[in-house]
């Protein structure tokens, strides 16, 4: 398009999933993803597209298995307890080796918990997206401009390692509005996907998608290959933002929504002569786990600040090996934390002038 | 010589792996004659369930998604969304489409989702060793049910092809059994119409086929289709409750 518009992140959302290839979306109805499915409604008719609301998330993800396992590029959306809905055919899909795109604008949890922002699935997007060994790929955009661009990249490398992919979004990320550029995806060339049950045409062996495999040699040996492929995706994969990290004694780390009040913070320590910085992990899995061992060679302090108990704490203490005093600020339950919150925190770790 | 028999083009030659007097197979082999007079197996992805025929997707020569159990009906009506030139169809047990799968049963039924439905009625769960279906029978005796089927306590069974006649988008409704020559003809017909109705975009169609389980009923194989014409034919009538048009549905 080249031009730039002012449009919900939501919106914006779907329209960079239309550009990015998608003309299926699968959808059931939650609170704060709702101008997603209501804009792919509108728009998917339009592109030849399939706007479908089905029955229920469970069923609107199997869909989306269904779809993509016939080669398109297929996807669905919704918030934190609609997710844990459709970990059923993600797992499915992580063990079918069939990628798709799962969208998690977060509210509040445990249980109908509420309807304001919040991170607190982290662990269910990075730890346990269902049953079973596998990983998904998770990005965590902080911007509308970076939600529409991690849309593309999502497609992309879930169909490069044939994996599902989520988009870890948050109800203020849904919700904003921001000036964005959404790429033009009319000349898009989608990649070839020969192991596609989209009928053999009497030309090849009849392909199978399945993740049962009885015999346990067989299912270690299959479980086993899948993660030497994270293993690739872990050294090639990792994207964070570094901001005034160089030279920083502490260090903030926080993604999305939180990683923008952080920003923030890091600009009022830095106005007061405190020598603050920031990583914000952009891929929650991969974890940017190289970025943080780069800055823990020289800061002295770091301090996670997420919306929710504290669950992304963990990989930051794993990534620097513990090396450096790793302490937490967070708000739960759709509470944001304010710049001066953080602030407060930064000092209170010793931060000098 | 002449070839007087042969197995369909659109089975593979995976032995079947189910138990003598279990009558998936003639079932499968119906579904797989179907395919080869429509010519349609290039172009035709099957579903397979969680139960017995969870490995039907090696005894079919078409394209094959195994789903998780009872979303069959979601992940055809996902693969026909993507293509809907291609011939999709699924094949379930009552435990797989009549328990968990009932909501993406009843929707994609009423949704006139264009797939067509094997469902495969031997009123038990076979594959976990004999529990309560949805359709077992009142008073019948399974592992879960010992003193039968209370109905005061396990309620009643689903009598899928009457509930769904109900629908609009059900084109064909139609409960079939395969217990000897005349029905297996029947059902052979009444399955090719199910096909028949997709690809001249009708709907969907769902055809019931009684089954026997004589390995978790207890019985020996000719046994079990002795109790299957007494008791289940009375209770699950064979019949078409369905059969429309998709324009005279419409209206």
């Known amino acids: 398009m080249g031009e730039r518009f002012l449009m919900k992140g939501n919106e914006a959302l779907a329209e960079a999933a239309i550009q990015a290839g998608c003309r299926h979306f699968f959808g059931y109805p939650i609170t704060p993803q709702t101008e997603l499915a209501a804009y792919m409604s509108k728009r998917m008719p339009k592109v030849g597209g399939t706007y479908l609301q089905a029955e229920s998330e469970l069923a609107a993800a199997n869909m989306v298995l269904g779809c993509s396992s016939a080669g398109c590029r297929a996807m669905t959306s919704s918030s934190s307890p609609g997710i844990s809905l459709k970990t059923e055919a993600i797992s499915y899909m992580a063990g079918s080796d069939v990628p798709a795109l799962i969208i998690n604008v977060q509210r509040g949890g445990p249980g109908l918990g509420g309807i304001q922002p919040s991170q607190a699935d982290y662990w269910q997007a990075t730890k346990a997206t269902g049953h079973g060994d596998f990983q998904i790929l998770v990005f965590a955009p902080a911007t509308v401009q970076e939600m529409v661009n991690l849309v593309g990249k999502a497609f992309d490398l879930g169909d490069k390692y044939r994996m599902p992919a989520m988009i870890l979004a948050d109800g203020m990320l849904g919700q904003m509005m921001e000036p964005v550029e959404i790429p033009d995806g009319s000349d898009l060339k989608l990649p070839e996907k020969p192991w596609a049950t989209n009928g053999h045409q009497n030309k090849r062996e009849h392909n199978i998608i399945n993740s049962l495999y009885l015999t346990p040699q067989a299912l270690e040996k299959l479980v086993k290959e899948r993660f030497e492929r994270y293993e690739i995706i872990k050294k090639n994969e990792q994207m964070a933002e570094e901001y005034l990290t160089e030279d920083a004694d502490i260090i903030v780390v926080a993604y999305g929504a939180s990683a923008r009040v952080s920003h923030s913070a890091v600009d009022l320590a830095r106005a007061q002569g405190i020598r603050a910085g920031l990583i914000r992990p952009i891929t929650l899995w991969p974890f940017p786990t190289d970025a943080l061992q780069k800055a823990a060679q020289t800061a002295k302090k770091f301090l996670c600040v997420e919306m929710s108990m504290g669950q992304m704490i963990d990989d930051v203490k794993l990534s620097i090996n513990c090396s450096k005093p790793v302490a937490f600020y967070g708000r739960t339950g759709g509470m944001i934390p304010t710049p001066e919150e953080v602030l407060d925190e930064i000092i209170k770790l010793g931060g000098e002038k | ?251």
């Open chain 2, 1 to 251: 010589m002449a070839v007087v028999f042969e197995k369909p083009h659109a089975l593979t030659s995976a032995p079947f792996h189910y138990c003598p007097g279990c009558t998936h197979g003639i079932i499968h082999r119906l579904v797989a004659e179907v395919i080869d007079e429509l010519g349609v197996e290039g172009k035709t992805v099957g579903v397979s369930p969680v139960g017995c025929a969870v490995m039907n997707y090696d005894y079919f020569n078409c394209d094959m998604v195994e789903a998780p159990h009872g979303r069959a009906p979601a992940v055809a009506t996902g693969l026909k969304r993507a293509k809907p030139d291609n011939v999709i169809f699924t094949y379930q047990g009552d435990g797989d489409l009549a328990a968990i799968g009932t909501a993406e049963t009843v929707h994609s039924a009423t949704r006139g989702e264009n797939i067509t439905v094997i469902f495969v009625n031997n009123t038990i769960y076979g594959m976990t060793g004999g529990q309560m279906a949805p359709t077992s029978l009142p008073g019948q005796v399974t592992q879960t049910t010992p003193y039968g089927r209370d109905v005061n306590t396990a309620g009643y069974p689903v009598r899928v092809c009457e509930m769904l006649s109900t629908l609009d988008g059900v084109a064909l409704a139609q409960r079939v059994a395969v217990d000897c020559v005349k029905n297996i003809n029947v059902a052979k017909k009444a399955i090719k119409k199910a096909f028949q109705n997709q690809i001249d975009g009708k709907g969907f169609s769902i055809v019931e086929v009684l089954s026997t389980c004589p390995t978790n009923w207890g019985l020996s194989p000719v046994e079990a289709l002795d109790w299957l014409r007494e008791k289940m034919i009375p209770y699950y009538p064979l019949g078409v409750y369905k059969d429309e048009e998709k324009g005279a549905r419409l209206k």
